[in-house]
């Protein structure tokens, strides 16, 4: 095979799930992990894609821009859906509950059982919980700056973050990653959700299939520290490190 040819198959590859391994590019293309380095090299020299340790991401994938959560709000919306429905399972009466900022966690507020008390950084979440949730559920906002993505960020989110034990944290993702971890395009919000999953007894993650494999601008925490995964779609590679919780939407393949 040419090299012109590997490198379209590389960046078609790049194109379906916007990263790719070294390792499996040579199986694909039938040539040595050598050869793909040099391809991938070269590509990364011609700014076609970004290369990272052990093979290589578009560079969208680790674009610093922050999307605003109404562009966000309506994709994967049957996903997000049954993710939270799943994740909302998980809580009882009498938990203290923690929401990270995020569309999917936004999704979960309005199916929180009564009874408990939730600590967001998402202002979405929180008029959402104000408007339609359980009288008898407490929430405690934290102040900070707003991000694009809706949600309080910096040092005066973070020390609030810092003041409260939580039972559970549901944590949303820009990106996740068997070896970067949970990412984020804001810097400041990765210093929050960090806080987030140091006060927590058990970290959840909500993120839909299209979260996976891709590396952003900051990073949050390694999976090791998650103790599930509630995602739409079983993904390869990931459920051997958690519990992971597939729930299916009606409509996905």
Partial sequence: MLAAERHAAIL???????????????DFLGVSEMTIRRDIDGLDAAGALRKVHGGAV???SLSALEPGFPAN????????????????????PGMTVALTGGTTTFQL????????TVITNSLPAADQLHRFGDPSTTVLLTGGERSP?????????????????????FMGAHGVDLHAGITTPNLAEADTNRAFA??????VLLADHTKF??????????????????????VPGYASLTQLITPTPKDAP
């Fill in 149 to 169: 993505s809706e949600a309080l960020v910096g040092p005066l989110a973070t020390a609030a973050v810092r003041g409260f034990n939580v039972d559970i944290c």
């Fill in 109 to 116: 507020a309005g199916r929180l059982p009564a009874n408990i």
């Fill in 12 to 26: 078609d590859r790049l194109h379906t799930s916007k990263t790719v391994r070294v390792s499996e590019l040579a």
């Fill in 213 to 234: 494999n891709i590396i952003s601008l900051a990073h949050v925490v390694h999976l090791d520290r998650v103790d599930s995964i509630v995602t739409d779609r079983r």
């Fill in 73 to 92: 709000a309506e994709k994967e919306l049957d996903s997000k859906l049954a993710i939270a429905t799943a994740a909302a399972a998980l809580v009882e």
């Fill in 198 to 203: 140091q006060q927590c007894a058990s970290l």
């Fill in 58 to 60: 578009t560079w969208a």
